[in-house]
């Protein structure tokens, strides 16, 4: 029973090892594949746990009880608050989450550390993977930047790496302290090995994970409460704090302006619903009407030259926040609180709490609940804390047999979705690689079972306004729009499409929105000169025209020279007739 029982943890271990390698497995239109493939995976081991290593104690703690209420709240909000639909992957991932979670709180003390071991082995690999790339060997996943691990980006590539890396800190410092030297030398190498691609990564918000979980360890281990420190080590601390997070605003200054632009949009979002929020999943698609309002009221704003398209609030509490409203926000919080208790928590409480501490850190900065294997450590490390139990009760063999049946149900119909995600992914390559008239309406056939899927409704609509199926653009583009996301140039796209089915109106409406989304861009700007020009408004025609050709343009590139060189000619031509 016990080398079961280690086999079933170990499983567990090589699933955290493994987890951000599956999703550089697959292209951006297949990626759901990775998030099945772990459902799959841990519905296995769970499987194992509760028919071969039963436990005989179901501990109920503080952090259990409000993760069942945020989790409660999530499906009210889901079912009464959200308008429209939402695609079935996210709560798929969400059902894996809860079975990670509680896998974790299954793993008995004794074995933390094998799966604590497995969070700093998947540093070390994804480590490998990051200087592979930087050495050529590998290609990266992002074409900007030279390092990204089994990420799209380095930030988030940088943000997992921080996670390990405290990780690996926390069980060094343990070692140490218990004189524990080859445990303590080996954490060392790989916390080394971790460190050195955390830097390549150029990751500020995870750097600022790692300083801050470090001071967190440290003060831990020398036995520093907040409340015995002097004012003046406070005052000096502050101090610091302040000029490190001013050297990190300067290092990337524009990228820094635009997180401090989105954030202060996101908080007008937020007042518009705060009690119950917009629905999960609402923010993609409304945070750019918010922009484009932001600067209808403020035209001469600061953040102008940072403005872009957006959809996502690079801070996870003011996603929360705008989804789920006051309400999620307090439960998600109260959850996260209840981590930092005075109880004991296990053996292992500094190392797992320095973990959350940096992914809790990251999460002001980034946006963690897009990336999988990041949002994953948010069931595991919670998970693996030994908090007090508020009740303990027995598990009857009902109770495992009904576990086992929801497992099994949910896999179930996991298959079946996965099912109908494989067949408009394959009939949607067909179409992409032969467009037709045959291939398209296979593609349509299936179009309600992924109609909010993200990265299948931007590839459907954009080759639909590629191959110039302007009627069907005007039938997708709005249901993209209003339930998974917007965007100034889909807009145009949507514009360009009405202008060519002569719906004039329509087309001035969606270039105009476009235009104050975004004002420093110019391609609007011209889709309305288009739109004059061919409507015969010469009055407006020569405005817009005068307006573009004087537009002070960022990046002068040779879609800007075109489109001024244009509209100059535009206005020689007016004159000319003129005289």
């Given at each position: 029973?016990?080398?079961?029982?280690?086999?079933?943890?170990?499983?567990?271990?090589?699933?955290?090892?493994?987890?951000?390698?599956?999703?550089?497995?697959?292209?951006?239109?297949?990626?759901?594949?990775?998030?099945?493939?772990?459902?799959?995976?841990?519905?296995?081991?769970?499987?194992?746990?509760?028919?071969?290593?039963?436990?005989?104690?179901?501990?109920?703690?503080?952090?259990?009880?409000?993760?069942?209420?945020?989790?409660?709240?999530?499906?009210?909000?889901?079912?009464?608050?959200?308008?429209?639909?939402?695609?079935?992957?996210?709560?798929?991932?969400?059902?894996?989450?809860?079975?990670?979670?509680?896998?974790?709180?299954?793993?008995?003390?004794?074995?933390?550390?094998?799966?604590?071991?497995?969070?700093?082995?998947?540093?070390?690999?994804?480590?490998?993977?990051?200087?592979?790339?930087?050495?050529?060997?590998?290609?990266?996943?992002?074409?900007?930047?030279?390092?990204?691990?089994?990420?799209?980006?380095?930030?988030?590539?940088?943000?997992?790496?921080?996670?390990?890396?405290?990780?690996?800190?926390?069980?060094?410092?343990?070692?140490?302290?218990?004189?524990?030297?080859?445990?303590?030398?080996?954490?060392?190498?790989?916390?080394?090995?971790?460190?050195?691609?955390?830097?390549?990564?150029?990751?500020?918000?995870?750097?600022?994970?790692?300083?801050?979980?470090?001071?967190?360890?440290?003060?831990?281990?020398?036995?520093?409460?907040?409340?015995?420190?002097?004012?003046?080590?406070?005052?000096?601390?502050?101090?610091?704090?302040?000029?490190?997070?001013?050297?990190?605003?300067?290092?990337?200054?524009?990228?820094?302006?635009?997180?401090?632009?989105?954030?202060?949009?996101?908080?007008?979002?937020?007042?518009?619903?705060?009690?119950?929020?917009?629905?999960?999943a609402s923010y993609a698609s409304r945070y750019m009407d918010a922009q484009s309002e932001y600067f209808a009221e403020n035209p001469q704003s600061p953040f102008l030259d940072v403005a872009g398209n957006n959809h996502r609030a690079f801070?996870?509490?003011?996603?929360?926040?705008?989804?789920?409203?006051?309400?999620?926000?307090?439960?998600?919080?109260?959850?996260?609180?209840?981590?930092?208790?005075?109880?004991?928590?296990?053996?292992?409480?500094?190392?797992?709490?320095?973990?959350i501490l940096a992914l809790l850190v990251f999460s002001f900065f980034s946006y963690t609940s897009d990336i999988y294997p990041l949002k994953f450590y948010y069931a595991l490390l919670p998970g693996l804390l030994r908090l007090r139990p508020?009740?303990?009760?027995?598990?009857?063999?009902?109770?495992?047999?009904?576990?086992?049946?929801?497992?099994?149900?949910?896999?179930?119909?996991?298959?079946?979705?996965?099912?109908?995600?494989?067949?408009?992914?394959?009939?949607?390559?067909?179409?992409?690689?032969?467009?037709?008239?045959?291939?398209?309406?296979?593609?349509?056939?299936?179009?309600?079972?992924?109609?909010?899927?993200?990265?299948?409704?931007?590839?459907?609509?954009?080759?639909?306004?590629l191959n110039r199926r302007y009627c069907d653009c005007l039938g997708v583009f709005p249901v993209y729009h209003a339930h998974v996301r917007k965007t100034s140039e889909t807009l145009c796209d949507l514009g360009n499409a009405y202008l060519?089915?002569?719906?004039?109106?329509?087309?001035?409406?969606?270039?105009?929105?476009?235009?104050?989304?975004?004002?420093?861009?110019?391609?609007?700007?011209?889709?309305?000169?288009?739109?004059?020009?061919?409507?015969?408004?010469?009055?407006?025609?020569?405005?817009?025209?005068?307006?573009?050709?004087?537009?002070?343009?960022?990046?002068?590139?040779?879609?800007?020279?075109?489109?001024?060189?244009?509209?100059?000619?535009?206005?020689?031509?007016?004159?000319?007739?003129?005289?």
């Amino acid at each position: 029973m016990k080398k079961v029982r280690y086999l079933v943890y170990g499983l567990f271990g090589g699933f955290v090892v493994l987890c951000p390698l599956v999703f550089d497995c697959f292209s951006a239109l297949c990626r759901f594949r990775a998030a099945f493939v772990c459902l799959y995976a841990l519905g296995f081991i769970f499987l194992l746990k509760a028919l071969l290593v039963p436990g005989r104690r179901l501990r109920i703690a503080l952090p259990d009880v409000l993760l069942a209420l945020y989790l409660s709240w999530g499906a009210c909000n889901l079912l009464f608050v959200k308008a429209g639909g939402t695609d079935a992957l996210p709560i798929f991932e969400w059902i894996s989450l809860l079975l990670g979670y509680l896998l974790a709180r299954s793993v008995p003390e004794r074995a933390v550390p094998l799966v604590l071991g497995a969070i700093v082995c998947s540093g070390c690999v994804q480590a490998a993977v990051g200087f592979l790339q930087w050495l050529d060997v590998l290609p990266s996943n992002h074409n900007l930047f030279p390092v990204t691990g089994s990420f799209m980006n380095p930030g988030p590539y940088g943000g997992y790496l921080a996670v390990c890396w405290v990780v690996g800190a926390g069980l060094a410092i343990r070692a140490v302290r218990r004189r524990r030297w080859p445990s303590a030398a080996g954490w060392a190498v790989a916390v080394l090995v971790v460190g050195c691609l955390l830097a390549l990564s150029d990751s500020r918000a995870a750097w600022l994970a790692v300083l801050l979980a470090l001071a967190w360890l440290l003060c831990r281990a020398a036995g520093i409460r907040w409340t015995g420190i002097p004012v003046g080590l406070k005052i000096a601390a502050a101090v610091v704090f302040a000029g490190v997070l001013c050297a990190l605003y300067g290092y990337k200054k524009g990228s820094a302006d635009a997180r401090l632009l989105i954030w202060r949009v996101s908080c007008r979002m937020f007042v518009e619903s705060p009690v119950t929020g917009s629905g999960i999943a609402s923010y993609a698609s409304r945070y750019m009407d918010a922009q484009s309002e932001y600067f209808a009221e403020n035209p001469q704003s600061p953040f102008l030259d940072v403005a872009g398209n957006n959809h996502r609030a690079f801070n996870e509490f003011i996603r929360v926040g705008c989804e789920q409203g006051a309400v999620g926000l307090l439960l998600a919080g109260g959850f996260l609180l209840s981590l930092f208790g005075k109880s004991r928590a296990g053996r292992f409480r500094d190392p797992i709490r320095g973990g959350i501490l940096a992914l809790l850190v990251f999460s002001f900065f980034s946006y963690t609940s897009d990336i999988y294997p990041l949002k994953f450590y948010y069931a595991l490390l919670p998970g693996l804390l030994r908090l007090r139990p508020l009740r303990t009760a027995t598990v009857p063999a009902v109770g495992r047999g009904v576990a086992v049946a929801l497992v099994l149900a949910v896999a179930g119909m996991a298959v079946r979705f996965q099912g109908r995600y494989e067949r408009a992914s394959g009939r949607l390559q067909d179409y992409m690689r032969s467009p037709s008239e045959e291939s398209l309406n296979r593609v349509k056939d299936c179009l309600p079972d992924v109609i909010y899927h993200p990265g299948f409704m931007w590839e459907y609509c954009r080759h639909l306004y590629l191959n110039r199926r302007y009627c069907d653009c005007l039938g997708v583009f709005p249901v993209y729009h209003a339930h998974v996301r917007k965007t100034s140039e889909t807009l145009c796209d949507l514009g360009n499409a009405y202008l060519n089915v002569y719906g004039f109106r329509e087309a001035e409406a969606c270039f105009a929105q476009a235009r104050q989304m975004i004002p420093t861009r110019i391609y609007p700007r011209y889709c309305l000169f288009r739109l004059y020009r061919s409507q015969g408004d010469t009055l407006r025609a020569r405005q817009t025209a005068e307006a573009l050709v004087a537009f002070p343009v960022r990046i002068m590139n040779s879609t800007s020279i075109r489109i001024k060189a244009e509209a100059r000619n535009y206005l020689k031509h007016l004159r000319r007739n003129d005289w």
